[in-house]
């Protein structure tokens, strides 16, 4: 340890033991899980099984108190950060199986557990995608100004995303009270680091990109909770005194496969063989990863220590399985969502909002979120209109360009939405605006329906002048 950084106390070694032996538990009750109980758990799961230490070590250098605590992104392998926070193992659980009980109501499941309440800000199936969030997370922590910080987890191949370095680089350049923890477990799926990484083909540790953002970058052994945790409270403490972000390798070993297999119907869900093994053939590897387990790694360092005695650390040991076990009955035993509360929280704009919206989403969550109600009655109300468009002739006919739910007149064939020139050809084929097609009657809700915030009427479109539809407020 260095002179900023002090070491841990016995009571915060053990406490850390105890945190690793929950998440090994936890993971080994997830992996039992496919052939205990089969069917429980649907979809992916992706185990931490090997960066206890990594996690722990990084999560005891943050500040629970006194101020606002600091916060947490991590990825689709999330199920050791929120144990260690102090979620609830068994809603944790339940989560997973898909349970009303569950951390998030059953609605995310094992690759998007998330606490707000302890700073567990969420997880993403997308590799990269938490960097940028968590970088903006930092950028709305550093505008609060109350001394939070953020960690952003990340595995070697999410790196290589673009938004990895475009989030570096503008939290270096802003001075972001962010640090990136860039968990290197040689794997990205059954791809080898040094099949995809240019540093570590190159023989240099992942940590050199941070000299591309100007940035301190430091490498470390993912298997010692007590070397993380000085690495990273040295980045946080940093990060903390408006010293900006830092990026930390943390160097681990997962022990399962990537993730579970999902198989066709009839073969049960299971976790395969590391592809170490699998795909490699490099056995002495993976055995060699086996006997570095950071778990008795640990223990031994403790009982060698005094710190705790062979019969505590059984003990603890003994207190965490029958937690976990705990977790699965509770579980188990919880009932699954209604089926009606499917639809609950699922936001959705009018059909025509969504070319716009994709244009500018800050503007129209910012509409939506201010006029809830009426824009629930605007998509209702137009959907039904939309819905008959997308059965009629016209809206299936291909077209090079259309704004969704836009009557084809106007924008058949064409690369802007707005019309620049009239098509007499078109029009006599009985395919354009002024066609006897296009002079249906009006449905209800046409032009008596809900006006665009603040204009106070709808206008039409100019062109030609039997098309109806509202271009000019647009
Ligand atoms: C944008 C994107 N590309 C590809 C995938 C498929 N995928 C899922 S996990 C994964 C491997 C990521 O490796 P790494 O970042 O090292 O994390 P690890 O799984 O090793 O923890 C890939 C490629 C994805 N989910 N998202
Ligand atoms: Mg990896």
Redesign the pocket.
Known sequence: MNDVVPEPDAERLAWMYRQMLRIREFEERVKATFTEHPGVIRGHTHLADGAEASIVGSLAALRTSPGPGDQVMATYRCHGYPLVLGSDPNAMMAEIYGRATGLCGGYGGSMHLADPERGFLGTSGIVGQGIPQATGAAYAAQIRGQGQVVLCFF???ASKQGAFAEALNVASLWKLPVVYVL??????VVTR?EQEDANAAAGEPLSVKARAFSMPGVTVDGGDPVLVYAAVSAAVGLARSGGGPTLVESKIY?LSAHGNIIAPPGVPLHFPEHEAVAVFGAVDEYQAARQADPLPRMRSRLVAAGVLDAEAADAMAASVTAEMTAAVEFALASPYPAPDAALRHVYALPRYFRGFSGAFPGLFRGFSGAFPGLFRGFSERRSSWAGSLRTSRRSTRPSAWRWPGIPACCTSGRTSPRPRTTSSSRRSAGTGCGSPRSRRPRRSGWRSGPRWPGTGRWSSCTWPSSCSWPWTRW
């Open positions: 595995g070697d191949g968990e290197n477990n040689s794997y990205n680091v997962r």
